[in-house]
């Protein structure tokens, strides 16, 4: 019994210790978001839009390119305004990421 005690004793002490700060907002059940990256400053007249898209299943096999390159050629930008990023999880089984670049 002493072996159980100590052992909910140290998992609830290292959930506290972990905390929950994190680089962006993550629900633990599920995570829809849409986040900047960055701004060029570039004053474009009539942006076009590029996307590029990545998916994770169940935190094991991840595919797809979701650089800014990608986005980029995707929608024919040359020069770029400002990035945008989107991502998606449901319970860690599916997640969606996604890039969006503006520009001309």
Not at 29 to 50: C, N, R
Not at 68 to 80: E, S, Y
């Given at each position: ?15 506290f210790?972990?905390g ?12 829809e ?31 797809g390119?979701a650089?800014?390159?990608a ?11 400002h990035?945008d ?6 319970l ?13």
């Amino acid at each position: 019994m002493k072996k159980v005690t100590w052992f909910v004793s140290l998992a609830v002490t290292l959930f506290f210790l972990t905390g929950c700060a994190t680089s962006m907002p993550i629900g633990s059940l599920y995570t829809e978001l849409k986040l900047p990256v960055t701004a060029t400053g570039e004053s474009v007249k009539g942006p076009k839009v590029g996307t590029a898209e990545c998916m994770s299943v169940l935190g094991l096999v991840a595919t797809g390119d979701a650089s800014v390159a990608a986005a980029m050629r995707n929608g024919g930008i040359t020069k770029v305004s400002h990035i945008d990023w989107e991502a998606k999880n449901i319970l860690g089984i599916i997640g969606n990421y996604k890039v969006v670049v503006y520009g001309q």
